[in-house]
């Protein structure tokens, strides 16, 4: 049997405003060509100068990834062309990256695995080329923008886990406000290295699969490259050290070129950038920046909550909707509502109704900060359904209102006649009419009793249930009607 080793190289878009070395806006899709300058354009003489915050971003990234922020960082200059990147060389890190040697666990999906971190490093984006038949534009408003690259020692196994790690990063950039996680895109990218051996005698020959642009492409890519390396040791052939391309059309990898070594960059010292060593100041800077992350939130809201792993899993995913949930809970404890009845009311209405809400009205789950229906009116109906003061049934209706009039829970039941009726001696004179009209069901279930017949006795009393609704205009409490019309059914029975 053959031993499988990965190692991902992950680049991320940082969100700072500005292009790491130059004061040019950072955005995508813009008009192409307009957030350019002379430094990012690479003119001569120009010199540029490191933009602090993606310097506290790709920190804060390292720090999150348990990496060692070393007390010297600095930029080396890495030779090589490419139309798309006009100096013909990338400001880049490489003796001394600005995070490294750390590690995180991948856990998910019943894998399990601490994946080492070799570095972080920061550097700038090339700009984009895009081929229309017989022409090549260049838009080189990307030229610059800031990027961070996360290098894992080659310790996965399976294409399954580097899906999971890659999904695990995301959320935790997005957690950490640093990389809006975008993969279509281009905001986080990986390539994929793989090789598999003869279990024991350590690292085979590496592929690197590049064009993997979604989280299931890199699964996808990593799993095709496997079976076919093993086909060929099995076959006795050596695998060719190269890069591969995804074709995501074919669903298989095709090889693009044998790969370059390191030294082939020319890596020296960026001559125009000063070292930078991280002070005090500055790394309390960047540890102001630290959330908790996913997975230990998840966790930490399982067990605090009374969820399932897979309602924990959905309300962690993104860490707007954590907050929206953990805030609504315990405003519905403020309301009196017992904290194990509101925590699990309220994940089911956060992951049942409101999440269908979001999807059809196209609400990026990321904004669920500012809907209509905030935490405070969300625990709000949850305390108006857990009191029974209008029903499980209203809920639905209340929470669309609650979007579309911008009111208040109490308000909108209130209006609408929503409230539900509790009193037994109002529901007993609509159970009693019923009775009265509906003599002949009335005795077909005295008959089912009779003769045992739960399955028939369950569909006419819901009948009775039913027309007895109807009769309040569906606000009585259900469960009393369907109390007191059991009393009638069972009533000089002996049961
Ligand atoms: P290169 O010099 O080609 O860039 P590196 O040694 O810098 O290669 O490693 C790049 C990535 O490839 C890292 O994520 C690393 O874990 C992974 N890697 C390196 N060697 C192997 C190998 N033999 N098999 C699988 N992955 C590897
Ligand atoms: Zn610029
Ligand atoms: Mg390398």
Known sequence: MYQTFIGLEVHIHLLTKTKVFCGCRSAFGDEPNTNICPVCMGYPGVMPALNIEAMRMGCLVARALNCRIPEKTWFERKQYFYPDMPKNYQISQFASPLGQEGWVNIDGGGMNRKVRIRECHLEEDAGKMIHTGTVSLLDYNRAGVSLLEIVTEPDMESGEEAELFVQQLRRTVRYLGVCDGNMEE????????????????????KVEIKNLNSSRFIKLGLNYEIKRQAAMLDAGKTIIQETRLWNENRDETAPMRTKENAQDYRYFPEPDLPVFAPDAAFLRSVDAGLVELPLPRAARVKAEYYLNDEQAGLIC???????????????????GLEQKDAAVRIANRLLSDVKHILSRDKIDAADIGSIKLTPRRLAELTALIARGTTSNKNAKQTLEAVFSEDKDPAQIVKERGWEQINDPAVISEAVKKVWGSEAKTVEDARAAIEAGNQKKLK??????????????????????????LDALLYEGRKK
Do not use: H, W
């Open 186 to 205: 281009g905001s986080l990218r990986a390539d994929a290295n793989v090789s598999i051996n003869t279990a024991g005698k350590g690292l085979g020959r």
């Open 317 to 335: 995913e993104e860490k707007a909707v954590a907050d929206y949930y953990e805030s609504a809970v315990s405003i519905a404890c403020e309301l």
């Open 459 to 484: 569909s006419l009393t819901a009948y009775l249930v039913g027309k007895t609704l109807a009769c309040t205009g569906g606000r009585a409490a259900p469960e009393i009607v369907g109390q007191q």
